[in-house]
């Protein structure tokens, strides 16, 4: 019997991204692998495996809690505004939602690791982790830009998680305190891939400046590196695969902002979307399609028009406001 090959995202034209933007994952071709995790749709065949992964250790992890009493560290990276955060709780909304209590879990609690000032200011942040395990919950910790330096310290934060994650404890004063069962997302901030931070512990190292790197990787139980909506490093314009994830992004933001809702499909003009898909970068990656989305002028149209974009000023704070409207007048409106 013969089966139908498996598309990329290379075999896709504009009308198929545009589907795509309009329709969701509803509008991709049926043999393109997809992966949905809640609101999460990707078509990355690396991401789906890592995301599945993470799920399958953490729904172990929340079966077999009575049996666990040290943390379950993971680790997700991705360039500045890729969507990490979101990804995360898109993957453990299930367990969120659980009725049995040995399986549930709360929102996550999020500390910016860079915006504390000592590792005193931790330990503050690892009480209010153990008051919710105390009260029979399974803190979801997220730990954002864990990789950033502590007092000068290029990765210094990492030494002060060894701890907790291997004996699930941490010291304060000559006090011993158990954390209990949890579950630590550790989310970089200047590595965009979990590689990357690889080698930066490696360079450390190198240099002895030794940052206990290699001690916190060899308790690292899994990892999810999150592609972005702007082109590889040295690549001027977005291929394919970062069009069509652009696509996906664009659907979840008309969803959200119930953008002129038929109740079929989206009505948007091509234009607006091909300069969305097609522009060379976005400063901010997510949060600016996001942001450009937010400063249109929706209210009481229903369709999202070249009209209802910001001005140029506006845009150029996110994108090459130029180039993105001409990428919208190259093509006619349809």
């Not at 008309?254 to 953008?259: A, G, W």
């Amino acid at each position: 019997m013969d089966f139908p090959p498996i598309l990329s995202a290379s075999s896709l034209n504009f009308s198929d991204r545009l589907k795509v933007a309009l329709q969701g994952k509803d509008g991709l071709p049926k043999h393109i692998p997809v992966g949905c995790f809640g609101k999460l749709v990707t078509v990355d065949h690396t991401e789906i495996e890592s995301l599945h992964q993470v799920y399958n250790l953490i729904d172990t992890y929340c079966i077999e809690v009575p049996l666990n009493e040290n943390p379950l560290a993971i680790s997700v990276f991705g360039a500045p505004g890729s969507g990490k955060g979101f990804a995360i709780k898109q993957l453990t909304a299930p367990w969120m939602r659980a009725n049995d209590g040995e399986r549930s879990t709360t929102a996550p609690l999020e500390f910016n690791l860079s915006q504390l000032n000592t590792a005193s200011d931790l330990v503050g942040a690892l009480h209010q982790v153990r008051d919710i395990a105390l009260d029979g919950k399974v803190p979801l910790v997220l730990w954002d830009e864990f990789d950033s330096p502590l007092e000068g310290q290029p990765l210094g934060w990492l030494r002060y998680f060894l701890s907790p994650i291997q004996d699930g404890k941490f010291q304060q004063d000559e006090v011993t305190h158990l954390i209990g069962p949890c579950i630590f997302v550790f989310a970089g901030g200047t590595s965009e891939n979990f590689e990357k931070f690889k080698q930066e512990v490696k360079r450390l190292d190198a240099e002895g400046r030794g940052s206990k790197g290699e001690d916190f990787l060899s308790r690292m139980r899994g990892n999810v590196d999150i592609p972005g909506v702007n082109p590889p490093s040295g690549t001027s314009k977005p291929g394919p695969t970062v069009m069509l994830r652009r696509a996906l992004v664009l659907n979840s933001m008309f969803d959200k902002f119930k953008i002129a809702n038929d109740g079929e499909k989206f009505e948007v003009e091509e234009g607006v979307v091909q300069a969305f898909m097609e522009v060379s970068r976005y400063e901010h990656g997510v949060r600016s399609i996001e942001a450009i989305i937010r400063m249109s002028n929706l209210r009481g149209r229903e369709r999202y028009t070249r009209a209802s974009l910001p001005s140029l000023e506006q845009l150029k704070l996110h994108v090459d406001g130029e180039e993105f409207l001409e990428k919208m007048r190259s093509r006619r409106h349809s």
